[in-house]
């Protein structure tokens, strides 16, 4: 079983920028891959980002050129960060890492973007 921990989130005003981490503990298996995803208030969750550990990384549209995974291999711990953060980010984002025998999810952590 593989268990993530989420941290990172808060309170940030408009252009302002956060950094979500996603620490990962367990039975890690070296072929996987890191999703982020995050529900805003009515909404269902929705996929953010991802990122391979055979190098490829993808994000949806209205977050490219503003947000960017990596990843510390030594600290198995994948990270999200967020630039010039707008009111629609507002979200509870989570990590969520897929190997080929399992899905784990971590808790969440809110993000709010507000003046």
């Known amino acids: 079983q593989v268990q993530l921990v989420e941290s990172g989130g808060g309170l940030v005003q408009p252009g302002g920028s956060l950094r979500l981490s996603c620490a990962a503990s367990g039975s890690i298996s070296s072929i996987n891959t890191m999703q982020w995803y995050r529900q805003s208030p009515g909404k269902q969750r929705a996929l953010v980002a991802i990122s391979s550990s055979t190098g490829i990384t993808n994000y949806i549209d209205s977050v490219k050129g503003r947000f960017t995974i990596s990843r510390d291999s030594a600290k198995n711990s994948w990270y999200l960060q967020m630039n010039s953060l707008t009111p629609e980010d507002t979200a509870v984002y989570y990590c969520?890492?897929?190997?080929?025998?399992?899905?784990?999810w971590g808790q969440g952590t809110q993000v709010s973007v507000s003046s």
């Open positions: 969520s890492l897929v190997s080929a025998s399992q899905i784990s």
